[in-house]
Each structure stands twice: as C-alpha cells, then as structure tokens.
C-alpha cells in the first residue's frame, strides 16, 4: 500500500516532488485498476499542487460525492448517468484547499446501500471488498491510492476497511460536512477516510479539518472497555479470534482491558437504528423510488419495500431511544477512553453478491461516536479482520490515539 | 388571499374541483407576477392531481430546492444559470405526495443569504417583502398561491411572513426533510412553509408529514411567556406596539401571560448563532466562494470575507453554549405553553436594497424550536408586523396551537 505519511514526509524532505509522489499513485493504478475495478471515473488530467500539507497526495472520491469536474452517478447509472453536478462537494475542496489532488470517483454500491459493486477485495480476489464504499476501501488496499473518501450510514466506512485491511475512520457525526454527498438518512450518513495506516488517517483529517490535534501521538497505557456486540448477533469465521487477539495484545502492550456490558438502553440503540435509516430513505430516497420503481437498484428498492410500515410514531419513539442511548454510552465513556469492538462480524463473505453486514456497526454511527478501524487478524485466505476504537462524541482525537496504540500492540 | 383551508373545504364538499381551485392560483399569478415579481420560474403545463389531501392546491416552491422539471439557480444565476437537478427534493416529492401541485419556484436572495431579489412587498410596493424567502412569503400575500415553501437559517422564513402579513411556520429541525435543499448551514437550515392563515399552515403540515396531530386545535387559556428580546436590540417602528398589542390581545382572550427574562446562556446562544452560521458557510460555500469569488453574490462574499476568523475552536465552545442553551430553553418550556416573541424588529424596510434584520429570529433557528408567525398588528403604510409562538422542539403541534389561539385573540 502506498503510505500517506511516508510520501508527505519524503516531499517535505525533498526526496520527492509532488508531481513524482502523484505520478506513483496514476501508475498503480494503471497497472491494478484493470483487475480491482475500484472506479468509477478517472480525473482527466490530474495535477499535483505545489502546496499545502497534503500535495502530491492521489485521493479517490466515493462516487455519491458530488464533483464539478466528473459525474457523480452514486452506483446507480439506470437513473444518474451522465448526472454532472456544477460544484464540488464542501469535502472535496477541502481535500484541494490542503493540496489533495482527486484522481477519481470510486465504485459505490447503488446509492450507497446495499447492491454490490464489480469491485474485487484485493486481499483476495474471491472476496467482496466489502461496501457502500467498495471502491475507496479497495483502491487503498490495492496500493493505488493513498487516501480514500467514503461515508458510513450503517457500516459503509468500517466494514470494507475491515474487510480489506485498511486503516479507516467513520469521524464524529458532521465532523467531515455532510454537504453535496447523496442522502440516504440525514442522522446518520458520516462522511469517513480511508488510508493504510492509522497514522494517515490521522495526518489527512487533520489536514483538511484544519484541527492539528487530530493527528494525534500514541496513547499511552488506554483504558479499554472490549464490547463484544452479543446483542448484535453472535462473530462469524475469524471474529472471535481477531477481537481476542487485539484485547489480548493491548493487555501486553499495557493498556488496562475489562469487557464491557452495553446498558439496555444501548442494545436498544442498536434495534432501532433501521427505524431511523429507513424512515428518513424513505423522504430521502422519494424521488428514485416513486418516480423510477422499475429501474431502482434491486436490493435497496426490496428494502424501501420492507420499511414502508414505520410511521411518524415509530420514528419519534426511535429518536428519543437515541437521544437516551447517546447519554448512557457517554457516561461509560467517562470511565474508559474508548471502547474495542469488532469492525465487522468476521471476514469478508466470498462472492460478490452480497458486501456483507452492518450489524456491528450501526449502533456507533446511530451514537455518532468516532470509530477507527485497525486491521487486528489474518484469516485463512489472506483475509483480514479488524477491529474499531470508539470515543465518545467529538473526541476523535482520542480515537485516533487509542487506534494508533492499537496498531502498534497488534504489529509488536 | 387564497384560504388553503377553504380551497380544501370546497373541493371536499364537491362545490370546487381541483381544476378549477389550481386555475384560481393560475389566474392570480398571471394577474399579480408582472407587479409582484415573486417567481423565477413557472411550471410548464401544472395540472391538478385527482387525489390526495392537497389536490387542487398550488404551491411555490423557494429557488433553493430541487425540482426535476424546472431548473434551480438559487437566486445566483451568476453561477447557476440554467442549473437542472435531476431529481426533486424530498420536500417537493412529498407535497406532490400529498395532492399539491408545484406552479413555479419563488425568488430567492443570493444561496438564501442577503443580496436581494427584485421582488415587492404585496402589502406596500414601496417596502422589501423581506427575505430570504422573499417569493414564498410575497406569492402568498399578493393571493397568487395558498401554499409556499421557504427555508430559514436566520430567520428566513419568519421575518418575511412577518412583513407581508402572512402566517407561517418553521417547524422544528428536520421536521421537514433537509435534502436537496442548498446548504448555508446544516446545523440551522430549516424548510417551512407559508400560507394565509396558521390554519392553513397546519393543514398543510399534517398532510405532507403524515402527522395528523399537527393540524391541531386552538389551545384554550395557554400559559404565554413573553419574551423581549432586548439582548438583540430593541425594536423598530411598528415592533413594540405589535408586541404589547399581542400580550394585551393574549390575556384578554383567556391565556395566562407573564413576561420572561431569557438565562444568560440563551442569550450567550443568541450572540454564537452567527458562529455556528458563518464557520458551516465556509465550508458549505467553499466551491462558489474558491472558484467563483468573482461572480460571487456581492453581499454574501462581504459577510464570508468578514468572517474567515471563526476557528474550530471558537466552532466547537458555539456548539457547547447551543447545547446547554437548548436544554435551559427547554426547562423554561416546561412552565409555560409557549413563548411569545416579535417576528421582527418591526415593520418592512423601506426599498429593495435590504430584506431587513433577522436578530429577532436568530435564536430560535439555532434553538431548533418550532416558531409560527402570527400578524399581529398594522402599522402606517400597511405594513404588518407579526408575533411567532415558539414551542419546545418536537412540540410542534403547541405552536400551531397556540398561533391559533393567538389568531383569534389578534382579531377579536
């Protein structure tokens, strides 16, 4: 993979210009994308800045982000091709304004749900790279890109991070500004980073936020509460042995570990995050399902079906358990820095029908809290499982940090 | 005007068919437009729907939201000129759900901010009709349309109906959906709608939220806070007799009235909200403001040059003060129905070159309570000035409630 942190220091020493740094990223792609298919649309003629922390840096744009220089077809060409928004989204000028250069738009599931993408996991190529966004995930993994853009609305940006054994953050709720970026529910939909390491996470946040505390040191000695999720269903193949694994190596790295019960409240949370999803899809999505049913993305279209029942009632009620479960999961918060749980059940499911489930991840993105995943275990297959540090609200910061301390206990 | 309530009533009753209530709309607009200049695009062939709640009800659509059949240029054609979205915004679809039928987009200051529209004031042609929502607010009052839709992120919605005599709402945060909507500030953007009467105004609500609570009775002998507002300047011409003239109007009619004196961390709420505002608007302008600074909308640059200050920091202590502002705003509604507040300082400015002063509606938008304006009182000139009932967030249906009460007592 190419390293984020690695290119900008050599720039910053010298060693490389940016145009050199950019022309790394244009020629790997060229020689993976072929096989990997993690685009959508590739940027004419892209220029590396001459300033700013992030120059000479390739990024790759999911393609539900409105770009004034591509389409933006949101994984759904039968309605949106051709569709060219006039502006840039507010995240891709800040990726410019810190010296990012946009290379392309990667492969989104359709709107962002949950029909697959032709993209390839590049740890293995029988596996799904995982979605909504396959493409920035696998564009990372396969060593095209430096730097990813996805969004998260039930696992969208940990799941394929996990999958596809990257460093990924899902920030605080609204962080990332949430502008020019398809809606399938505004409480939840979180735009997120993808990168190989935790450090380049940290580096590009910081950068474009302009909040130079995000890239933050290590953590020394955190206080980790493991979460193992029961009431989300139980770990598929690889799971158990990846959360166990990083509890156990952040134990010998010196942090203080306990597991960690979730109060009723927050199973509840959990529950009734679909409630929410699919309640505001339904206003969100009003246009594409009413006036364009017979060429809907299948998959999401079956789910509008399903979720046609919840009424203003159910929503309301679903609201008020968030705004409880949200105060409850911050009070645990005050006694550890963060907590550990697994990015996703296990590996990446084979095939690419299906991009796998959100049922580990929908209750943080409901929470809003940041999660940063970090590749724990390998499995059979080459294929990767990770886990997630998770702070409470706004503190992404220390996110960051506990992450970091994490992918140094897991690589000692 | 045209009563939304009596349209529906006769179309109900069968002594009104759709048809023949949207060619009333038709017919007005054709009389009025060319005087009022309220519209910046009509529908090309509008027909009225044969079911629905709202059927043979028009409505006007404010320039800043999406419409698949006509193009969306924000009131910037500098830089949108002929820009056609693909879709509708939910708000649209949801209307059009509902019965409605869509007759034209209504003028819009600059992206929603201040450089002004050509559009007059239907209760005085020497007077700004305010703004932003300039062509929603006019359309109404000139009884072209029973139904217009506007935004509000100062106070955008509420000021305008105050200056044209028209009732209104701005329903709490996300009542209504916030998509395809164009963003100043994702935090405080807020669709509303406008009518004739706060009657109307609920009806039209109820139906399109599927929320039938929201076409609520008036509230009999209410508990009434009063609020000055002096820690936003005192009022204009028109302004206090408005106010007193409303409590007065209040107390005889049977409600409970007592004045109240907002906490020093609401009024601290009041004095953040332009930082909240301007920190999002750098970021949500960022493509219009970087690579258009040119062409930009005269006003809206100034008030973006003049505020490049803000940080993250000062950011994040304005989201604090919010957050502990809304929870002791929300204790004080616990003692009382609703607050009682001028809509704006006072009367309609005089000429275009300024849609007026939003210090009176700031707070509330930020609050994310619910407001619905009353016209409370007629100053010289013709020229209204209203009262908004503020209620607690989500207690929408208390506003409409005691608006109606209000409504009442004001012309008793």
Redesign the interface.
């Known amino acids: 993979m190419i390293s984020l942190a690695d290119q900008k220091r050599r720039i910053e020493q010298g060693a490389l210009t940016p145009d050199a740094a950019l022309a790394e990223s244009l020629t790997a792609i060229d020689k993976r994308e072929a096989e990997i298919k993690a685009f959508v649309a590739r940027a004419k003629n892209p220029k590396a800045q001459k300033d700013g922390p992030l120059r000479g840096i390739a990024v790759g744009i999911k393609d539900i982000i409105d770009t004034?220089d591509m389409p933006t077809e949101m994984g759904a060409p039968s309605?949106?091709k051709g569709?060219q928004p006039?502006?840039?989204?507010?995240i891709v000028?800040?990726l410019r304004?810190a010296g990012a250069t946009v290379v392309g738009k990667t492969t989104t599931t359709a709107f962002a749900a949950n029909d697959p993408t032709p993209t390839l996991n590049p740890r293995n190529l029988g596996h799904t790279p995982g979605g909504s966004s396959s493409g920035s995930a696998a564009a990372v993994a396969a060593g095209m890109i430096p730097l990813a853009v996805g969004t998260q609305t039930g696992g969208s940006v940990i799941r394929p991070a996990s999958f596809c054994g990257v460093a990924a953050i899902k920030p605080s709720y609204?962080l990332l500004?949430?502008?020019?970026v398809k809606?399938f529910s505004?409480t939840l939909d979180t735009v997120g980073l993808f990168a190989a390491d935790v450090e380049d996470v940290a580096i590009a946040l910081a950068a474009i936020?302009?909040?130079s505390e995000l890239n933050a040191p290590e953590l020394k000695s955190p206080r980790i509460g493991v979460v193992t999720q029961d009431f989300a269903g139980p770990p598929e193949a690889g799971g158990s042995e990846a959360l166990q694994h990083a509890a156990r190596a952040a134990a010998k790295a010196g942090a203080s570990v306990r597991e960690l019960k979730m109060p009723e409240i927050v199973q509840e949370a959990w529950r009734i995050h679909i409630v929410v999803q699919q309640f505001?899809a339904h206003?969100?999505f009003?246009?594409?399902y009413?006036?364009n049913y017979d060429i809907m993305p299948p998959l999401l279209r079956k789910r509008l079906d399903d979720s046609r029942h919840f009424?203003?009632a159910d929503y309301?009620a679903a609201r008020n358990v968030t705004l409880k479960a949200r105060a409850a999961l911050s009070d645990i918060l005050k006694d550890v820095d963060v907590l550990l749980a697994l990015s996703a059940p296990g590996i990446a499911p084979k095939g690419l029908d299906s991009t796998g489930d959100a049922r580990y991840n929908q209750l943080w993105t409901l929470m809003g809290t940041p999660c940063v995943n970090v590749p724990a275990y390998v499995a059979d297959g080459n294929l990767p499982v990770g886990v997630q540090t998770i702070a409470d609200f706004?503190h992404d910061a220390k996110a960051i940090a506990a992450a970091r301390f994490m992918g140094r206990a897991l690589k000692s």
């Open positions: 004034a309605i949106y569709n006039r502006a840039d989204a507010p000028m800040q304004q609204r500004p949430p502008v020019g809606c505004w936020t302009g909040r505001e206003q969100a009003a246009w594409e009413r006036e009424t203003p309301d706004g």
